[in-house]
């Protein structure tokens, strides 16, 4: 019975105004920093952009931390098939360049953006579909950091919706299972990216 109280508390609080996924968030606790850089359309060169924001910091919060470029809105969630076909559409052939710079000095840049979606757009109102750049593997943002810049360029000309930083705490892990506790020489995992 208590598990169907949380469960009830999101659906309640979705069906008002409120943003599903902050219901989400403030169940589980979760935080997220969200600032959007660009919030218009704006086209992507050769020539480097640098971004900062002046408003409000951009905070590393946890492992999911991405840049991302906001491409279309009004594109309902969809077959896997369609969702990517839309994705290679929007992104034409254009290969994206993304550093950061973070408040501590040091550089990094991310990885070539993959395909997002959300109901609630950071950007533009609803069914935004975005490409997010996080960091490539075994290399990890120091949570509690702030991105003091973002240089962004694309080979070839991409027209975007707009621009935005997310950052998210990671969620709790669960306690471990008495019955199947590890002995100390197990290997640890250090992170959830693979390949």
């Known amino acids: 019975m208590h598990r169907v109280f949380p469960i009830a508390l999101i659906v309640s609080l979705a069906g008002c105004d409120m943003n599903f996924e902050k219901a989400v968030d403030l169940i589980t606790g979760r935080?997220?920093?969200?600032?959007?850089?660009?919030?218009?359309?704006?086209?992507?060169?050769?020539?480097?952009?640098?971004l900062a924001s002046r408003e409000q910091p951009m905070k590393v919060l946890g492992e999911w931390s991405s840049l991302c470029l906001s491409l279309r809105g009004a594109v309902p969630l969809q077959d896997s098939k369609v969702m990517d076909q839309i994705f290679a559409e929007a992104m034409g052939k254009a290969k994206v360049k993304i550093e950061l710079t973070l408040s501590n000095g040091t550089r990094v840049g991310l990885r070539q953006p993959l395909q997002a979606w959300s109901l609630r757009g950071k950007v533009v109102e609803q069914d935004e579909l975005s490409a997010c750049a996080g960091t490539p593997c075994r290399v990890e943002l120091p949570v509690g950091v702030q991105v003091s810049k973002v240089d962004i360029s694309s080979d070839l000309p991409l027209s975007v919706q707009g621009i935005y930083w997310q950052s998210e705490t990671d969620l709790p892990k669960p306690p471990p299972d008495p019955k199947n506790v590890a002995s100390s020489s197990s290997p640890k995992a250090s992170s959830s990216c693979t390949s």
């Not at 997220?32 to 952009?49: F, I």
């Open 31 to 50: 935080e997220a920093n969200v600032v959007v850089l660009v919030d218009k359309p704006t086209q992507l060169g050769p020539a480097p952009r640098t």
